[in-house]
């Protein structure tokens, strides 16, 4: 089956800089990659996907690319706001076949 | 709010228990999916329904079962419970379409002691 590797686990940075989380996954035949931004308490909200025909997508401050060559995908915050602290996760999937998740990343943005 | 409800937000239960968690999709879906979420394993799919019948299974215990009813409201029974099956449990909904995003409830915080 489908397996994402996600890194870093944990990423600090100073409000107003970027931040990039980075995914690969196994199965070439994967199409649909979301990225999910989980706070405490909560459960994981949807903050952009991308398809497969699409090589980047934006949305305002967040970003997605995606390059299927190498199977990897990577998310990229800018200009980063305390209130983007939470956990990250990407995940992969075929189409109609369930998500597979990456273990998470933790961002956390000092003031 | 992802229009996804879970009920109850917190269970707290003894070894060797059973357990019922209920989740109602958000209007017009007609998939349900079942997450497991612990510390060291991430996001684990356990099981996949959609509109009323069994679509995918991951890694589901035997101890484990669920099924989603005409209302298309889903329910998780976690029987013989051990420390181990301590998470919090996630139901999401989608309206099934290829590629279609995944709602995430608030989740049940299980504890096992």
């Known amino acids: 089956g489908e397996n994402v590797e996600q890194h870093p686990s944990t990423l600090s940075v100073q409000e107003g800089d970027s931040a990039v989380i980075k995914c690969t996954y196994s199965?070439?035949?994967?199409?649909?990659f979301p990225w999910y931004k989980q706070e405490l308490g909560k459960g994981p909200q949807l903050i952009i996907d991308i398809r497969s025909n699409v090589g980047e997508k934006k949305d305002q401050r967040i970003a997605v690319t995606l390059n299927k060559t190498a199977k990897h995908f990577s998310l990229h915050i800018t200009e980063t706001q305390p209130e983007d602290s939470a956990v990250y996760f990407c995940?992969?999937?075929?189409?109609?076949?369930?998500?597979?998740f990456g273990k998470g990343t933790m961002l956390l943005v000092s003031p | 709010d992802s229009g996804v409800t879970q009920t109850p937000k917190h269970l707290i239960t003894a070894t060797g228990q059973r357990v019922t968690l209920r989740c109602s999709p958000r209007s017009g879906d007609l998939s349900v999916y079942w997450y497991q979420q612990s510390l060291d394993q991430g996001l684990q799919f356990l099981i996949h329904y959609y509109n009323g019948e069994e679509r995918a299974k991951g890694n589901i215990l035997e101890r484990f079962s669920a099924q989603q009813f005409p209302d298309l409201h889903s329910e998780l029974n976690l029987s013989s419970l051990e420390l181990g099956d301590s998470a919090l449990y996630f139901c999401?909904?989608?309206?099934?379409?290829?590629?279609?995003?995944?709602?995430f409830g608030n989740g049940t915080r299980l504890t096992v002691t």
């Open positions: 999401a909904s989608s309206d099934g379409q290829r590629n279609s995003p995944l709602h």
């Open positions: 199965d070439s035949a994967s199409n649909y």
């Open positions: 995940a992969a999937s075929l189409g109609y076949s369930t998500l597979t």
